[in-house]
Structure formats: C-alpha cells, structure tokens
C-alpha cells in the first residue's frame, strides 16, 4: 500500500517550454501532498505544499507563477514548470500524506521522481 | 530557518562493522523525526521513524536527544546494500509541514 506514482519519469525539454509533471496516490487518498526539488549533491528542499481544492503553499524564493501547483483531487497533484530555463534542470519528487492520518508520526510517501533538464 | 544538518562523509566501513550516523535540528519546534534512505539517482525511501524512547528495527537503531536537539541512527552487522545515502528528517507540529531534510550522509559499505 501507499504507493505514489510521477509522471514522466524523465523530460529533455528546449528553454522557454512549459512541462506538467504527474503526482498521483494510487492506492490512497491525501489532501496534501509536498513539491521538492533536489539538486546533484544538495538536499531535497520543500518547494511547496499542495492541498485539495484550495491554493498551494509555496516556500520562500519559490515563485509561484513559474511553478503552478494544481491539486484537483484527492489522488492528483500537477506541478507545471512554465518557461522552462537550464537552472531549473533538477529532480522534482512529490509525496503525499494519507488523508486521516493523525497523530505525531506522519509519514509522507515518495513518489519516484521526475528527472528534468532543460537544453 | 528550520535546519537539519549531518556530516555527508562518505563514510566507508568494512562489511560487517556496526557504523552510527547523528544528525541535529535547529528548529525546537520539531516533532517527528525519520530516517530516509536515498540511493543513487532515486527517491528517498522511509527506513525508520524516530520515537523518543528509541526504537530498533531489525539491526537500526534510532534514537532521539530532545534536550540536545539530535538524533542518531546505528547500523549492526552492516550489509552491502546497506550502502546508501541517509538522510535525517524533521517535521513540525501536527505535520502539516513538508519534511526537512538533512543533506544527507554517505555511506559505504565495502566488501
């Protein structure tokens, strides 16, 4: 169980193109769910934070009209990168925290990652 | 500025050896921790959670220093695929945050 998925697994896009990357709980449902970006040998940083039927969150020095967060569903997250630039070549992953898990000791699950580089 | 720092090593253990890892977080705040698993060119993966009594699983050990604000994790009879990045977590209050993530230590298990 809790499993995420990302689509696409990888993108080679030219500069200034848009590119929708695909968050998905397969098997269960999260009204939140995380945006990170992680660059070679850095850590993962905290994009944004994307709940259902309401507007994202985002994290300082993220823009938010360059990163669209849409979260339609219960089991879909879309972050687009608009206008796409070589610096924002990266690894973006996405997790979700299952809808009505309580207390301290809450898990995110990882989706696998979408490997973007911008020519 | 919530922080959590490790030392990215790499460390490099001969198969078999126990190795330990801490790490420290700045944000007081914080109350859940993890230990994640990243290897190289995927995903991190969750390895253990972080309870304030300590917890073992298997040959990990975690353990939990609110007063001095760290956190550590052991490996026994450490194992080949036990080479990986660790990476140490946080998270706020009611876990509404997005996780914060150490950068990660290197470790490498050599035969």
């Known amino acids: 169980g809790a499993v995420v998925s990302q689509h696409p697994s990888w993108v080679i896009c030219k500069s200034g193109t848009s590119v929708k990357i695909e968050c998905r709980s397969l098997?269960?449902?999260?009204?939140?769910m995380f945006w990170y970006r992680q660059f070679p040998k850095q850590s993962l940083m905290l994009m944004a934070t994307?709940?259902?039927?309401?507007?994202?969150?985002?994290e300082q020095g993220v823009e938010k009209d360059k990163f669209l967060i849409n979260h339609a569903s219960l089991t879909l997250s879309t972050l687009t990168v608009t206008s796409a630039h070589p610096e924002d070549s990266s690894f973006y992953i996405c997790s979700a925290r299952p809808r009505g898990l309580a207390g301290t000791y809450n898990e995110q699950f990882f989706g696998p990652g979408t490997r973007l580089t911008v020519l | 500025r919530k922080e959590v720092e490790q030392d990215p090593g790499p460390f490099n253990v001969p198969e078999g050896a126990t190795v330990a890892f801490n790490c420290t977080y700045s944000?007081?705040?914080?109350?859940?921790f993890f230990w994640y698993r990243q290897d190289c060119r995927k995903e991190p993966k969750l390895l253990m959670s972080v309870y304030s009594s300590g917890n073992e699983d298997g040959r990990f050990t975690a353990q939990l220093n609110r007063a001095s604000q760290y956190i550590s994790l052991l490996i026994r009879d450490s194992k080949l695929s036990d080479s990986a990045t660790y990476l140490c977590v946080a998270n706020g209050i009611g876990g509404a945050d997005g996780l914060t993530f150490g950068k990660g230590t290197h470790l490498i298990i050599q035969p």
């Open positions: 098997d269960f449902q999260a009204t939140t």
């Open positions: 994307s709940n259902e039927g309401s507007k994202a969150t985002y």
């Open positions: 944000n007081s705040a914080s109350q859940s």
